[in-house]
Each structure stands twice: as C-alpha cells, then as structure tokens.
C-alpha cells in the first residue's frame, strides 16, 4: 500500500459502532445514548411527577395505583396499545420491565391487570428490576422499598403469566448486598448505564428465541409450561460473557461445569446449587468451528461425538441437569455490544468476546458470546420468603403515605399472605406431593 492509499483509508471516518466513547461521566437516564426514533405512541409522558422530584417523590405503590386510576396516563397507553396490537399480523403476547421499589411499581401492576383482563388469552412476560445499589441509605426508604416489593410481587405475579425479578445485587430488601461478580467484566454497580445494559443483555438473550421469524417456543407456551401448579415466578442467570479462549472447544468448557453452575445468578437471593424443574437454555455467538478444536480430531467424551452445538448443548443439559426438564437452543449471532455499549470489557477480550492469549494483540470488544438460563426453580423460594420475612417486621401503620394514598391494612395484610402463599409453591416438600397427587 503506497502512501496516498495509507492516507485515503485513514481518512475514512469510523461509523458511530467503531468508534470508542467513554459515556460514564455523561450518561445519566437512557435517553441519553438512544439512538433510534422513537414513534410518538411509543411514549406516554407522566406530568403529575418529575424524575428524581425530592418535593414530591414517586416512590409509593399506592402512588401508582392511583395515578393508573386517575385515567390520564392509563387511557393514553391503553389507545396506544390499541394502535400497536391492531397492527400485529400474530400478537403473540407481551414483554414487560417494570421497576418494584417505587411507585412505578404499582403502576405496572395496574398496567398488568388491564392487560390481563383484556389479552388474558396472550401471553405477559414480566421482569421486575431493581438498581444494585440505593445511595441515600435512609431507613425509611429502605422500610418502603421492602413494603412495595412486597405489594407489587403478589400482583406482578398474578397478572403475568410469568414473572421474573432481576437485579445485579446478590442480595436485596433492607440494605443491597455485593454486586453479582463476573469474572470478565469490569462494571460500575454504582452506575446504572452499566447495571442495565448487562440486563439488557440477558434478557434479549433470555427471550432471543421468542423474536426471530420461525419462534423456538412461542411465548404463551414458554409461559404455560412454567407457571405450572401456581409457579410463577422464575428466575434468569446467565455467563456474560461466556468464558471461552480462542482456541478452546466448546466441549471443554460445558465439561468443566458438569458438577457447577456454568452461570451467575441475576435473581437476588436465589440459590444456584438447587435443581431447577424446569428451564430454558440459550447459547449464542459460539460458531460451529468450535467443535472441531480438538487433538487429533478424536473425540475425548461424549460431548465430542455431537456434530452441531445445539446437539451439544442439550447433551450437556442432560448430563448436568439429569432430573430437569430441559430446553437448549443455540443462535450463531452473538451479542452486539457495540458504541453505546458501556466499555466494561477487559482488555484481555477479543473484539469478538473471547479471552486472548498472552502475547495476543488487544482489540476493543464489539461483540460476546454469551449463555443464559429462565428457571422455575426451588431457589426462587429464598428470595420470596426473605421479602416476606423482612416485610412483616413493618407496621404499615407507621407509614402513613400509604393511607394517604388508600392502602389499607387489610389490603397489605393480604398482600402478604399471598407473597407466603406464593413462597409454598416453591416448596421441594410440596412439590413432590403435587406431582404424586396433584392435591393441594
């Protein structure tokens, strides 16, 4: 290459993916790096509050309730919906995020319910969501975040047909606890530019096969066969990215998480080591030549003698997991963590998100192969009976904002029963008598 031609192709300016940007310091809420336009009716503006407001906070369920009943926002979003559901050829259901610590959370669970009463035929994936850290460390804050966790999972629960609580908090209620640890990351929980895009990750992984032209599992089946005898609540975990090096087999790594969870836990509370009873597997970005890396071309285990990842991946579930009823699906495109994508890739990562070598060049990360699991598991159960613990040391008496917005202590007593009730299902105890008598 001549001269001009070096300089030609050093003038070509970098698309906005290509670029690198270092955002932590501007990013404040997401609207800051969208990219795309949004339709006007993809928005319903909430005037009666302000974003972060310390005059009037928006940070009590009953707040939303009645802000749903108040018929204002509740009417704009269910004309909205309308616009966008008559124009579906095949609605196949609904995916909800909903925050569970403030006041939004009561307002999704009206949102929910009206949705349920109307599409109650579809189905609705729901996923709470909660920041991994809370910076004021007020009792009384924390005392209302627990109250309205434990009013809205109740809800959330019953009008979805499948509800799943995320954070990357390993514990949450009265005070957070460590954030979730990945072993190739290097994220800011204090920052939710990076807590939400490692979500956003999973969670598009999660249900990756819900959205492409010939649907792996259609959602109101996905949702049925999970919220079997009353369980529905599930869990998600994921390896973001998942640890492979360049030159590894697949096989190699599935063998060596035979006996551990190949994951990390995005359900606060959740015990991993538990069996699930049912779950939904889905590998992406691992190409097909990663399973003829290995020596002499001679299959070591029975892993090796599979001739598509897909086949490997549900041997490996089955090997794993011998007492689940499992689902595995693999998609050869991985996960695009491109500009506006927070950089929190080590350095030691490809741009195509697996582990370099020493004395390999660094590259920046574009793009990570990456695992998750949905799970209907017993070890949801801790994180439903530690709310319900922790909620029912509070007198709602006390906290009359609550009243003030028309909660009544009947309705929370209620509330928390059904959070108990909800935890039962849970049970291993109950479980296997369900499933020998299917009494209960």
Same mark, same amino acid.
């Given at each position: 290459?001549?001269e001009?031609?070096?300089n030609?192709?050093?003038?070509?300016?970098?698309s906005i993916?290509?670029?690198?940007? *270092?955002l932590d310091d501007?990013?404040e809420?997401?609207?800051?790096?969208?990219?795309?336009h949004?339709h006007?009716?993809?928005?319903?503006?909430?005037?009666?509050?302000a974003?972060?407001s310390?005059l009037?906070?928006?940070?009590i369920?009953?707040?939303g309730?009645?802000l749903?009943k108040?018929g204002?926002?509740?009417? /704009?979003m269910?004309n !909205?919906?309308?616009?966008?559901?008559?124009?579906?050829?095949h609605?196949?259901?609904?995916?909800?995020?909903?925050?569970?610590?403030?006041?939004?959370?009561?307002?999704?669970?009206s949102?929910?319910e009206?949705?349920?009463?109307?599409? =109650?035929?579809?189905?609705?994936?729901?996923?709470?969501?909660?920041p991994?850290?809370?910076?004021?460390?007020?009792?009384? !804050?924390? %005392? /209302?975040r627990?109250?309205?966790a434990a009013?809205?999972f109740?809800?959330?629960a019953?009008?979805?047909?499948?509800?799943?609580?995320?954070?990357l908090?390993?514990?949450?209620?009265?005070?957070?606890?460590l954030p979730?640890?990945? *072993? *190739?990351?290097?994220?800011k929980?204090?920052? *939710?530019?990076?807590?939400?895009?490692?979500?956003?990750?999973?969670?598009?992984?999660a249900?990756?096969? +819900?959205r492409?032209?010939?649907?792996l599992?259609?959602l109101?089946?996905?949702?049925d066969?999970?919220?079997?005898?009353?369980?529905k609540?599930?869990?998600?975990?994921?390896?973001?990215p998942?640890?492979?090096t /360049?030159?590894?087999? +697949? %096989?190699e790594?599935l063998?060596k !998480?035979?006996?551990?969870?190949?994951w990390?836990?995005?359900t $606060?509370?959740?015990n991993l080591?538990?069996t699930?009873?049912?779950?939904?597997v889905?590998?992406?970005?691992?190409?097909?030549?990663?399973?003829?890396?290995r020596?002499n071309g001679v299959p070591?285990?029975?892993?090796?003698?599979?001739?598509?990842?897909?086949?490997m991946?549900?041997m490996?579930?089955?090997?794993?997991?011998t007492?689940?009823?499992?689902? =595995?699906?693999?998609?050869?495109? $991985?996960?695009?963590?491109?500009?506006?994508?927070?950089?929190?890739?080590?350095?030691n990562?490809?741009?195509?998100?697996f582990?370099?070598?020493p =004395?390999?060049? /660094?590259?920046v990360?574009?793009?990570?192969?990456?695992i998750?699991?949905?799970?209907?598991?017993? =070890?949801?159960?801790?994180?439903?009976?530690?709310?319900?613990?922790?909620?029912?040391?509070?007198?709602i008496?006390?906290?009359?904002?609550?009243?003030q917005?028309?909660?009544?202590?009947?309705?929370?007593?209620?509330?928390?029963?059904?959070?108990?009730?909800?935890?039962?299902?849970? %049970?291993?105890?109950?479980c !296997?008598?369900?499933?020998?008598?299917?009494?209960?």
């Amino acid at each position: 290459m001549n001269e001009d031609e070096l300089n030609q192709e050093q003038s070509i300016p970098l698309s906005i993916e290509e670029r690198t940007y *270092n955002l932590d310091d501007s990013v404040e809420v997401w609207s800051d790096f969208l990219r795309c336009h949004l339709h006007p009716k993809s928005v319903a503006i909430i005037k009666e509050y302000a974003h972060q407001s310390e005059l009037e906070p928006f940070e009590i369920f009953s707040q939303g309730t009645n802000l749903w009943k108040n018929g204002k926002v509740s009417d /704009q979003m269910e004309n !909205h919906l309308h616009f966008y559901t008559e124009e579906c050829d095949h609605l196949q259901g609904f995916q909800v995020l909903v925050d569970f610590y403030n006041g939004f959370s009561g307002f999704g669970s009206s949102l929910l319910e009206s949705l349920s009463d109307e599409y =109650g035929s579809k189905g609705i994936f729901t996923v709470g969501v909660s920041p991994s850290t809370f910076s004021e460390g007020i009792p009384k !804050h924390d %005392s /209302q975040r627990i109250i309205n966790a434990a009013l809205a999972f109740p809800s959330l629960a019953d009008y979805s047909s499948l509800f799943t609580p995320v954070s990357l908090a390993e514990t949450l209620w009265r005070k957070p606890g460590l954030p979730t640890n990945f *072993n *190739n990351l290097a994220y800011k929980p204090n920052l *939710n530019y990076h807590t939400s895009a490692i979500l956003a990750s999973a969670l598009d992984t999660a249900t990756l096969g +819900l959205r492409m032209q010939e649907a792996l599992l259609p959602l109101h089946q996905l949702t049925d066969t999970f919220s079997a005898m009353g369980r529905k609540v599930a869990t998600l975990n994921t390896s973001f990215p998942f640890a492979m090096t /360049q030159d590894e087999a +697949l %096989s190699e790594v599935l063998n060596k !998480h035979v006996d551990i969870p190949i994951w990390q836990s995005l359900t $606060p509370h959740s015990n991993l080591h538990l069996t699930p009873f049912m779950q939904s597997v889905i590998l992406r970005g691992v190409s097909q030549r990663k399973l003829y890396m290995r020596s002499n071309g001679v299959p070591k285990t029975s892993l090796d003698s599979c001739s598509t990842a897909e086949d490997m991946l549900k041997m490996y579930l089955m090997t794993a997991y011998t007492r689940t009823l499992n689902s =595995g699906n693999v998609v050869q495109e $991985p996960s695009r963590v491109a500009t506006p994508y927070p950089r929190i890739f080590p350095p030691n990562l490809s741009k195509d998100g697996f582990l370099l070598g020493p =004395g390999q060049e /660094q590259e920046v990360t574009r793009s990570v192969p990456m695992i998750t699991s949905l799970q209907s598991t017993a =070890g949801i159960q801790s994180t439903l009976e530690t709310l319900h613990k922790e909620a029912n040391k509070l007198d709602i008496k006390k906290f009359n904002t609550y009243e003030q917005y028309g909660l009544e202590t009947d309705d929370y007593k209620e509330s928390l029963e059904k959070l108990y009730n909800l935890s039962k299902c849970y %049970s291993t105890h109950s479980c !296997h008598s369900d499933s020998s008598t299917d009494e209960d």
